[in-house]
């Protein structure tokens, strides 16, 4: 994480849709969405393959985010052979574990603009880590992010489109 000013804010585990790990077992995704995306982003010069393969959310309630300056965008990537094309932001990380340990990484944001389902709520993180043992759902985490990438209030500052309805078996995680 470059040493520009940070800022610090708190976190709680929750559920995800399960879909970036393959989890959900989705026939479409085959071991997850980001094992499919991650030779597209290598090629673009992005390499998170020592990462885990499957994102710890985490909402950061009351609190929502806005996307300020991304430490990297990559548009118009078609990953997948019959979905659309996406576009997708890196921003750096560190989490700060409850035991005190602080892991680098970073939060992964599809566009919800060009994202055809599976959408987050607006208090809800993607975070590309290391593989992290002891981690349960509710457990509190604090996040370190630069201060140029990503913006926070209490306010409604971006809502993101809902999933549809009838979706629920493709939105476990």
């Known amino acids: 994480m470059n040493s520009q000013q940070n800022q610090i804010v708190s976190a709680r ?4 849709h399960r879909v970036a790990s393959g989890l959900n077992e989705n ?3 085959p071991g997850g969405t980001l094992r499919m995306q991650i030779p597209h982003f290598r090629r673009l010069g992005f390499d998170i393959s020592q990462l885990y393969l499957g994102t710890l959310n985490v909402s950061i309630a009351p609190l929502q985010y806005r996307v300020a300056r991304p430490r990297c965008t990559f548009s118009n990537v078609k990953w997948h052979p019959t979905e659309p094309a996406e576009d997708f932001s890196f921003f750096d990380v560190r989490v700060l574990l ?3 340990e602080m ?3 970073f939060i992964y944001y599809p566009h919800p603009e060009t994202k055809p389902e599976h959408f987050q709520a607006p208090d809800v993180l993607e975070l590309l880590l290391p593989f992290l043992k002891g981690i349960k759902y509710g457990m509190e985490l604090s996040l370190k992010i630069p201060a140029g990438q990503m913006t926070f209030a209490e306010q409604s500052i971006q809502p993101v489109q809902p999933a549809a309805a009838g979706t629920d078996k493709t939105l476990q995680a």
Request: aromatic share 8%; glycine share 30%; charged share 25%.
């Open 13 to 16: 585990v929750v559920r995800g």
């Open 27 to 29: 026939p479409r995704f």
């Open 98 to 100: 409850p035991g005190g």
């Open 103 to 105: 892991v680098d990484g």
